[in-house]
């Protein structure tokens, strides 16, 4: 329905009825930009529907919905009677705010409209503003392009807001708070202002090393690249060479910051792409041998009958996938065949396939049947899958493993037998969902490691551009640390504050920003 509504919408924009004015509008003159329109608001019946309009027709387009009565006061709601322009047929009673720019969302004059939210009221609101001459629908992500192009928003701060529209956690919303807030793009602000003043004084040296009014404090205040070797290096020069009696200098303050620079950016890119994982899901897989509970798990986990339960051993024969909230945190959680040997081959597939899901989990459930720990099939798992697991170093290996003890409700008083080389382990019945708080609060620790925790700690990297920009600052001052010329040394800086650039304000690429913006609906 809202499909073809806007398709009508946007025929009307181009229909006879469009020179239709009301006297004295003020209607703004040929050269102006295009003025666009959208509801806001989610789609289907509602109470309230938000539409709204960016551009220079947009107090235009307000008097022509609410004439005779002039533009309200700035960002104050007031009640109007929203009429066609071109029928005088009532449309709505609504409450209309006028933001003039530039303080706006978008640093454009802009309108918005709280209409009542029924589908009728919403396609005569749309279809009357597409009448009005300098509107046309907006294209998805074009209120916020447009807040980026005026300044509004930093890139980072885009991709925040992209984000905290599709958070579906806990995890997920604080993450893009912070990100919306501007914490990633002041961290790299401030990052290209250490190398902005090492830049500033590199280029201080080249441009008057000659001049004999030259600071001799200027390379210790401003950097020395390369640490001291270019230094060294042009002090063994010929004397038509920039020439210094530099073989002693001190190490300067803003080099030591270009060091700590390089540090931090190591730091940053050696989260194991835990920013990554927090926003599009860390990967849970659950696995053990047939007819442990691994199904009933997943079931109770998701809270929905994804997998098939049955006391038959080897129900599940493929990978079952659900996308869950486990303790505030994404996860895709998949349900994997029992691990065993000797059967038939559509069995020995799935058995494969789970093998090889493994591989990928960032986070492994591995389950057992509390009361058969003693069985070949349980030995077995602990042996090949959870012993190895524990001995690997966590330096190597960033996968995370719990071990819990389904059936719990089979044991008896005491609890399962005490064994020397059972690994700690979570004790759980998925019948009753006794224990089910204990491993909820594991796995929002585990969790926690595998995606980070976004209420602490510096600013997370959510994609994979924030990496690529990082990874080529990070070699540019690798660049910057190794070379004996001094000229390759600005450059270097340069080419490091560029990436930084462009992760905030996209460089002007227009196929990253194409990327960026069609993650947003219409409307915002």
């Known amino acids: 329905m809202w499909r073809g509504l806007w398709t009508l919408i946007a025929r009307s924009a181009r229909g006879p009825c469009r020179p239709c004015m009301r006297q004295g509008s003020g209607a703004p003159g040929p050269g102006f930009g295009a003025t666009i329109f959208a509801l806001s608001s ?13 551009g220079p027709s947009s107090g235009h387009a307000l008097r022509s919905l609410t004439a005779p009565q002039d533009l309200p006061p700035a960002r104050r709601a007031c009640l109007r009677l929203l009429s066609d322009p071109c029928s005088q047929e009532p449309l709505d009673r609504a409450l209309v705010l006028w933001f003039p720019g530039p303080q706006s969302f978008t640093g454009e004059d802009c309108v918005e409209f709280h209409v009542h939210g029924g589908p009728a009221v919403v396609s005569g609101v749309l279809q009357a503003l597409g009448r009005v001459p300098g509107l046309r629908p907006a294209k998805a992500g074009e209120f916020t392009r447009r807040a980026f192009a005026h300044g509004k928003l930093s890139l980072t701060e885009v991709e925040g807001l992209a984000d905290l529209i599709h958070a579906e956690t806990e995890a997920q919303r604080r993450q893009a708070l912070r990100q919306l807030d501007g914490e990633l793009g002041q961290l790299c602000r401030d990052w290209a202002k250490t190398l902005t003043k090492a830049l500033a004084h590199v280029e201080a040296y080249i441009d008057f090393a000659e001049d004999d ?5 200027v390379l210790e ?9 270019v230094w060294r290096h042009l002090a063994s020069q010929p004397a038509e060479a920039p020439s210094l009696t530099p073989l002693c200098l001190p190490s300067s303050t803003a080099d030591s910051q270009v060091r700590e620079l390089e540090v931090a950016l190591g730091a940053h890119l050696r989260d194991a792409r835990r920013g990554q994982r927090l926003r599009s899901g860390a990967h849970v897989v659950v696995t053990g041998p047939p007819n442990a509970g691994k199904s009933s798990l ?6 929905k009958p994804v997998s098939i339960v049955s006391p038959e051993p ?4 493929d990978v079952l996938e659900t996308p869950v909230d486990l303790a505030g945190f994404p996860a895709l959680l998949s349900d994997t065949a029992g691990l065993r040997e000797g059967m038939g081959p559509v069995e020995q597939e799935g058995v494969r396939r789970a093998r090889k899901r493994l591989e990928q989990a960032d986070l492994i459930l591995a389950v057992l049947d509390a009361s058969d720990l003693a069985s070949p099939s349980s030995r077995n798992f602990l042996d090949t899958v959870v012993s190895p697991m524990g001995a690997r170093s966590p330096n190597g290996n960033s996968q995370h493993l719990l071990l819990v003890l389904n059936k719990s409700d089979l044991l008896p008083q005491g609890g399962p037998d005490a064994s020397p080389d059972l690994p700690p382990h979570l004790l759980l019945s998925c019948l009753t969902g006794e224990g089910l708080d204990g491993l909820l609060e594991a796995l ?5 490691a595998v995606c980070g925790d976004p209420s602490t700690g510096s600013p997370l990297l959510t994609r994979a551009r924030h990496q690529h920009h990082l990874q080529g600052c990070l070699d540019a001052l690798g660049h910057y640390r190794q070379t004996k010329d001094v000229s390759l040394a600005a450059e270097a800086l340069r080419v490091a504050r560029g990436h930084l650039a462009h992760l905030t304000s996209g460089g002007g690429t227009e196929e990253i920003l194409d990327i960026i913006f069609r993650d947003f609906c219409v409307g915002k």
Do not use: F, H, W, Y
């Open 42 to 54: 989610g789609q289907g019946r509602c109470g309230i529907a938000v539409i709204r309009t960016s």
């Open 213 to 217: 009014n030259l600071e001799e404090d």
């Open 221 to 229: 205040r401003g950097g020395s690249p390369g640490g001291m070797g």
């Open 298 to 303: 997943v079931n109770l986990l998701s809270r």
């Open 314 to 317: 080897g129900t599940t024969r």
């Open 444 to 448: 929002k620790k585990e969790l926690a």
